[in-house]
């Protein structure tokens, strides 16, 4: 089943912009995190962001998470053509499961 | 280092033959592994996760089961492959239930 969901399925910007991709999920959780995945390829993990953390920063990324809203948002500031990918939200449930669910993703298209 | 290794790449099968995807993971020892699949443009689909050697826990009924023989070494089987079961497998594995999740490359599984 689907825990997170992308919002938006789809983002196309040009070089130099701003994309934020945000994720709901819909139960409690340990932490959500984000990954990245280029074309045929296995996902990578760019951050984790625990439930009692609100904001959380890596080069030019940076994640909030908002508990009460069940949301987070996943901010890629001054895009490249080389961030052209899909990005992924991932839940970690809380209650002692050890299942990591992910979202549909947000593809990204960085334009030069 | 730790690595993960995730064969073949590549796979085509008919209707109705076995199925056998491995992974292994080296340099870690009791790693959670999980298998995912995902359908062309999607998300990531639980398959099955494992904490513990023996310790399997299914999250889709489905002629696909999973087994762990040793304590890196995960294993997805279909005793006969169904048209549906298409897609790209991706075998994952965390050093614990609260940290990053580190992908192998993928199989792409075409049942014809």
Redesign the interface.
């Known amino acids: 089943?689907?825990q997170g969901e992308e919002d938006p399925q789809a983002l196309s910007i040009q070089e130099g912009e701003n994309a934020t991709m945000n994720c709901s999920y819909k139960t409690s959780i340990?932490?959500l995190?984000w990954?990245r995945q280029n074309s045929?390829?296995?996902?990578?993990?760019l951050i984790?962001i625990?439930s009692n953390e609100r904001e959380k920063h890596s080069g030019r990324l940076r994640v909030t998470l908002d508990t009460s809203k069940k949301s987070s948002s996943l901010l890629i500031t001054a895009s490249r053509a080389a961030d052209t990918a899909s990005y992924?939200c991932?839940t970690?449930l809380s209650g002692g499961y050890?299942?990591?669910?992910?979202?549909?993703?947000t593809?990204l298209a960085v334009h030069p | 280092s730790q690595t993960i290794h995730?064969w073949p790449a590549t796979l085509v099968q008919p209707v109705g033959s076995p199925l056998s995807l491995e992974c292994t993971v080296e340099g870690t020892s009791n790693p959670?592994l999980?298998w995912?699949r995902q359908a062309a443009?999607?998300?990531?689909?639980?398959l099955f996760?494992s904490?513990g050697i023996g310790q399997i826990?299914s999250?889709v009924p489905q002629n696909l089961s999973a087994s762990r023989p040793q304590d890196r070494q995960f294993i997805l089987s279909s005793k006969k492959l169904l048209l549906s079961d298409s897609g790209?497998y991706?075998c994952?594995w965390?050093p614990s239930?609260?940290?990053?999740?580190?992908?192998?490359?993928?199989t792409?599984l075409t049942v014809v």
């Not at chain 2, 239930?97 to 993928?106: D, K, M, S, Y």
């Open positions: 089943s689907q340990n932490n995190q990954y045929g390829r296995g996902l990578v993990h984790l625990r992924f991932a970690l050890n299942k990591l669910i992910f979202g549909a993703g593809r | 995730q959670n999980y995912y443009g999607r998300g990531l689909q639980l996760y904490v826990s999250e790209f991706l994952a965390s239930p609260n940290t990053e999740a580190f992908f192998g490359q993928g792409r």
